[in-house]
């Protein structure tokens, strides 16, 4: 109360104060916290007060149970406010003989916080979840709850507090406020665990949800510790039990279920509705977006799906919710983007088919561990199985031909196009010199390798500065090539230099070539008067084109109303275009496309369409087997064009990709990859500023063209029509494993 106070003054305080203490008795915190708020300077035991109030009221909204575990202690009171060394509060332990503790190790409860989070830093900072065994001073939990730990996507880090003495809560609510959304009662990652039921709540939690990820380390912060870890370890063996008995059933279902039972049900007149359940994870929205896409397709076609995904950003995919889903569900597919069945340990029989869908070339893909791992009921699906064939030792049965696929979105009725003349959405925004600061660390362990790749990656800038490009990895392979015969620096290991050219060409020329033909659009809408808008991330922060950036769009229906208002979509990407989603999807939602050339986009369909003319290569998987059955001119003919798809190798074998491609539904026999892909297409700053003036100038042409290649995409790559040229193959490959089997006895013979 401050100094010359009326009586009257405090005679009010003073009925407040009554007031305040009259609402803690009868629980009413809320009312209590706000009364002492509106006091202004409090003393040290009001200050305790309000944190209490603050505390109970929290506790009593948003966490009933530990609520009435607080209000309902009955244990002797051992715990009790003092005073640290260091002058902060604390909280003191008496025991049954000897002198009260203090629960700050070393009594300084700063340096002691300071000492846990060195130990525990590693786990700390992976976000891996945390077992707190006892509340301690109180400062650990505070702290947790302010710092977290700063881990991808909109991950959070679970923490389970432990106490069995609700006194020692109490304690601690005394001195720190937990309440607010930076308090650990509000935040639902936190997990209270407290009073005589705290085992029991706790077995709630892990065992009712199995969504809840068991700890992974623990911090002890109470004289009862040990009993503590105890339990905790009674309990993750239950967890782990409960895990196996799931197991053994689900191994035991579909051990019983015959090769013959299992074809049928991938079958196109199946006897009940197939089920398929797809695995994807909050930590990327992009396969969230893409896994919910195919369970839809799937439902499209008769299947019944099941998309499995945590509900919090806290919560994880564990093995036990899994066998509970596949005890549950008894699916006929496992569905998952990226990632193998092997990355699941023995969870799944080996019965299940189980199909991956490759749509980027991670290091738990691209390895050869990965390759051997693929067993009979293991189906890749990849649009480039050549390529993981070769590099990384997939059997080739087991590859399943599929593409980049698109979500047919609700388009209105109608809708004018009367947004930005340009209008370009890409991620790709960091500046190429930056990018290659951020390659160059990978290499800091071997000096000599470092060199080569950072002279490497000033020869590619000094290609792009000079109006050149290298569309292709083999274009980036070959310049390499050339660094490596200057330098005198040679990398001998074949997949150590893929690695290397792989990295070169998706993080950096990927990035030279996207912002090359930005820059052609820059000049054009500069010379033309002509708006352009840049759309994604960071490139407010780019100094050559931050004056187009309009900040990030939303996937979605606000990308799909962006792309049917903007007059003219770019795609700048160097990659074969109908593989690319930005088209598909930018298609399919009504918008009109200029597509910069790439070699691919045209060589890839001229060497089907001469497979195709040529009946003597039906059947072949080989440029070898090609060459074998053909003879004279025609042969002369398809060296030729195997001469000009030099530039293309590097994923595979190309008849087998081009063979793919087809099987997929990507490549058609035709003229064009896509119907008028040759009049949107560019191939320099003249041609695409020729393309842009007379599209803009032609609104029914642009109309016409967006209205035929969208319903070309839709008719062959929609999510409905992939998934079920998936289940068609699966379905034979089943059908077959009988001829496999019989094969494969014989070669051991």
């Avoid at 432990?162 to 001195?175: G, H, K, N, S």
């Avoid at 593409?403 to 500046?431: F, I, N």
């Avoid at 792989?502 to 033909?517: K, M, P």
């Avoid at 769009?553 to 989603?581: C, K, M, W």
Wanted: hydrophobic share 45%; with cysteine.
């Amino acid at each position: 109360m401050a100094d010359g106070a009326t009586i009257g003054e405090m005679e009010a305080r003073a009925a407040v104060l009554a007031a305040v203490q009259q609402s803690m008795a009868t629980g009413r915190w809320a009312e209590a916290a706000g009364l002492l708020a509106r006091l202004g300077d409090l003393s040290g035991a009001e200050s305790f007060q309000l944190n209490v109030s603050r505390n109970q009221a929290a506790m009593q909204r948003c966490r009933p149970a530990v609520y009435r575990a607080l209000v309902e202690a009955r244990e002797a009171g051992r715990y009790s406010v003092g005073v640290a060394k260091t002058g902060h509060p604390t909280i003191f332990f008496q025991p049954e003989q000897g002198e009260p503790q203090s629960m700050s190790p070393g009594n300084e409860p700063v340096a002691a916080l300071s000492t846990v989070f060195a130990a525990i830093k590693k786990q700390y900072q992976a976000g891996n979840p945390m077992a707190m065994l006892g509340v301690g001073d109180g400062y650990l939990v505070k702290s947790c709850a302010m710092h977290a730990p700063k881990v991808a996507f909109d991950r959070q880090q679970a923490v389970y507090l432990f106490e069995p003495d609700a006194q020692a809560v109490l304690a601690c609510m005394t001195i720190h406020d937990y309440s607010g959304e930076a308090g650990p009662i509000e935040q639902e990652r936190f997990q209270w665990f407290i009073g005589q039921g705290y085992v029991e709540a706790a077995r709630e939690c892990l065992l009712g949800d199995l969504f809840n990820a068991t700890p992974v380390f623990e911090v002890s912060q109470s004289p009862k510790a040990a009993a503590m870890g105890a339990a905790l370890r009674r309990l993750l063996e239950e967890v782990f039990a409960d895990y196996q008995r799931a197991r053994a059933g689900v191994w035991a279902h579909y051990a019983t279920v015959s090769g013959e039972e299992m074809a049928a049900v991938f079958s196109e007149a199946p006897a009940r509705k197939p089920r398929v359940l797809l695995i994807t994870t909050r930590k990327s929205s992009v396969l969230q977006y893409s896994t919910r896409d195919a369970a839809e397709g799937f439902r499209e076609i008769g299947w019944e799906p099941v998309v499995f995904i945590e509900p919090k950003a806290h919560q994880v995919v564990t093995a036990s919710k899994l066998m509970a889903v596949l005890e549950e569900f008894k699916p006929d597919l496992v569905f998952q983007i990226d990632h193998l069945r092997s990355e699941w340990r023995d969870a799944y029989p080996p019965q299940l088919p189980f199909g991956c869908w490759v749509q980027d070339h991670l290091p738990n893909l691209t390895n050869r561990d990965a390759g051997a791992a693929v067993g009979v009921r293991d189906y890749v699906l990849t649009a480039m199985p050549a390529m993981y064939v070769e590099r990384y030792g997939y059997p080739r049965r087991q590859c399943v031909d599929l593409s980049k696929l698109t979500r047919v979105p609700k388009r209105p009725a109608s809708w004018v196009s009367d947004g930005d003349d340009l209008a370009y959405v890409s991620s790709a925004s960091e500046a190429p010199a930056e990018m290659l600061g951020q390659i160059a660390p990978r290499y800091a362990a071997e000096p000599a390798l470092r060199q080569l790749v950072m002279a490497a990656g000033g020869r590619m800038l000094e290609v792009y500065q000079g109006g050149g490009a290298l569309p292709t990895p083999r274009a980036v392979s070959d310049l390499l090539a050339a660094v490596e015969a200057e330098t005198e620096i040679r990398i001998t290991h074949a997949e150590l230099r893929q690695e290397v050219v792989d990295v070169l060409f998706d993080r950096l020329s990927n990035l030279l070539y996207r912002q090359q033909g930005l820059r052609w659009a820059a000049g054009i809408a500069r010379r033309l008067g002509l708006t352009l808008s840049v759309y994604g991330p960071g490139w407010e922060r780019h100094e050559e084109f931050r004056e187009f950036a309009r900040g990030k769009v939303q996937y979605g229906e606000d990308l799909e109303a962006l792309t049917r208002r903007s007059r003219i979509n770019l795609v700048l990407e160097p990659f074969f275009s109908v593989s690319h989603q930005r088209l598909l999807d930018g298609l399919v939602a009504g918008g009109f496309l200029l597509v910069r050339e790439h070699p691919s986009n045209t060589l890839f369909q001229e060497l089907l369409n001469f497979l195709t003319a040529h009946r003597q290569t039906a059947g072949v998987s080989s440029v070898e087997e090609v060459r074998a059955v053909l003879r004279g001119e025609v042969l002369a003919r398809f060296n030729e064009l195997m001469g000009r798809c030099e530039c293309l190798t590097g994923f595979g074998d190309l008849v087998d990709l081009v063979g793919g491609a087809e099987r997929s539904g990507m490549l058609l026999a035709r003229e064009w990859a896509l119907p008028h892909l040759g009049d949107v297409s560019f191939g320099s700053e003249a041609e695409m500023e020729q393309r842009v003036v007379g599209h803009l100038a032609d609104v029914g042409q642009r109309r016409r063209v967006a209205e035929t290649q969208r319903m070309d995409v839709e008719g062959r790559l929609s999510y409905a029509a992939g998934m079920t040229r998936v289940v068609k193959q699966i379905g034979a490959l089943i059908a077959g494993e009988d001829l496999l089997e019989s094969a494969t006895s014989a070669k051991a013979a």
